[in-house]
């Protein structure tokens, strides 16, 4: 018999008592929290609909002109880009459209990338793309890069539904930039767009919510840092 059996069982690791804790101070969702949570889920969807259907109202060449002010404070926003790698994104449902933002970025000595969706709830993985390069359908018809060269991008430009002023963003729904930006070890400058009248006041930012560097509109740029600083001085 093996004399081992007559001692105390040990752990590798310290046992946890997590499970013990109230799972508010562990910071995980309780039932209160979790009613909480849907209440904000249906809200956020509700008021990405008013969004969306609000920005396509935008007659096209408003937005087209929007969109060109928006590049032109974003390029001005980020400076030099010799050697660095900038993703942008592929413009559906009247989002500002970055393509010529992405030619200005080549012609300024960077590289360009898309987002691309690998799988629904999965973090987004960016490839290198620019202008006159082959294109395919991936996830919900979204065109991306042909050729997949994943990189890891320095800057990454995101479009959003609504923002705040605390620099939190409202998407689609799918929690794509969220979850990458979670999983990347070291974090790109995050730079979110859009119209200005997708400005809401909160979006009531929840703990997976990630928020942006600056959001950057047409009539302005915001950061949230600052706006932090002033609120507290
Ligand atoms: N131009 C652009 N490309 C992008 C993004 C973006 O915001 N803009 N993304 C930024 O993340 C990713 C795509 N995110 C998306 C998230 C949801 C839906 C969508 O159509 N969702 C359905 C509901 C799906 C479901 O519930 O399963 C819908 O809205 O009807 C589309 C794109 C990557 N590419
Ligand atoms: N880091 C994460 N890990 C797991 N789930 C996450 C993470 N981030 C977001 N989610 C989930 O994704 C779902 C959608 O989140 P949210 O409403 O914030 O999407 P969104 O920012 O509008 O979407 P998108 O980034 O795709 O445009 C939520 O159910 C959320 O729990």
Known sequence: MDDDDDRPATFASPACFLHEIDPAYAGLPGPLDLQAWRDVNRWRKSERERLLAERL???AEVRAGHGEAIAARV???IGDVEGRIVSAYWPFRGE???RPFMEEVARRGGRTALPVVVEKGRPLEFHLWQAGEALSRGVWNIPVPAAANPCRPDIVIAPVVGYDPAGYRLGYGGGFFD???AAMAERPRVI???YRSARVSTIYPQ???VPMDMIVTEACTVRPQDST???LT
């Open 179 to 181: 979850r990458t930006l």
């Open 229 to 231: 600083v002033r609120a």
């Open 192 to 194: 979110g767009i859009g």
């Open 207 to 209: 703990l997976h919510d």
């Open 96 to 98: 500002p459209d970055f």
């Open 57 to 59: 109202a935008i007659p």
């Open 75 to 77: 390029l001005a926003e």
